[in-house]
């Protein structure tokens, strides 16, 4: 009520926004394995603000609730994974995990893809309800730009989290052998997986006892879709590159 009361609604907006997009834009750059996470929160977060702001009070809620189920399975695979590489957080340092740890990695991955918003997945049905609203609501084009840009920044850290960590060869130590956690993680793990797939149809159909009709065009029903996708292949390309790895001054000396 005090958003509408007191016309706060255009700031809380911005600021969620700034913070969605700072944040996405942040996490594509960093290679500590909880600082990506975190501020993958962070751009949540931002998202859930800025929705609140324009009234959807139960989509908020929505996508808290499905947001929660993900990450609680995303957090748990990344302290499995910290663990088992020493307490090692650097991303570089992870190659070829889904050789040593399949379930980790079949769990890690899901939760990623969830994240992302790819379709019939949890985080699905609330991040592309969202977006949709967006695209009917009265809103200027630096919001709009905002909105599907993040969630092309989300998916672009997403895949840059899965080829650093996936592919490739294992850059720890050569003999070092490592392998999935415990059974009462491995179970942990197992119910949330169950949940990261399954708890964004449930939770829709609890929350929202009529459905949202919402009627766009072909393109825009698709924007989300063409927006992850390219946004996976952006991270692809980010992942790629060979400076991270040197200084640029060094190329100048002869050794």
């Known amino acids: 009520p005090m958003l509408l009361t007191y016309n706060y609604g255009w700031f809380l907006l911005l600021i969620g926004c700034m913070t969605m997009f700072m944040a996405g834009l942040g996490a594509n750059f960093e290679f500590d394995l909880k600082s990506v ?14 929705i609140l702001s324009m009234g959807y009070y139960g989509l908020a809620f ?44 079949v769990c890690f991955n899901v939760s ?8 019939f997945l949890a985080g699905f049905y609330s991040k592309d309800l969202i977006l949709e609203v967006v695209c ?17 920044l989300t998916a672009s850290y997403s895949f840059r989290l899965f080829y650093y960590s996936m592919m490739g060869d294992n850059n720890f130590y050569p003999s070092y052998f490592f392998d999935d956690s415990s059974y009462f993680i491995s179970f942990g793990m197992i119910g949330l997986l169950f949940v990261a797939v399954f ?22 029903s698709f924007l989300t879709l063409f927006v992850v996708i390219i946004g996976s292949y952006l991270g692809y390309l980010i992942s790629d590159f060979d400076y991270f790895y040197g200084l640029f001054s060094l190329n100048f000396l002869s050794f």
Request: include cysteine.
């Open 136 to 152: 009917l609501s009265w809103v200027n084009f630096l919001i709009f730009f905002m909105y599907f840009i993040s969630t092309g």
């Open 199 to 220: 708890g964004g149809s449930f939770l829709s159909w609890l929350i929202f006892p009529v459905p949202y009709m919402i009627v766009l065009p072909w393109y825009l």
């Open 62 to 105: 929505f996508h808290l609730l499905t947001h929660a189920l993900f990450k609680a399975l995303l957090f748990m695979c990344a302290g499995s994974m910290i663990h088992n590489l020493s307490d090692s957080q650097d991303i570089r340092f992870m190659g070829s995990i889904v050789n040593f740890m399949p379930l980790t990695s």
């Open 112 to 119: 990623s893809l969830s994240l992302c918003g790819m379709p």
């Open 37 to 50: 996470i975190a501020l993958s929160t962070l751009s949540q977060l931002g998202l859930m603000m800025s």
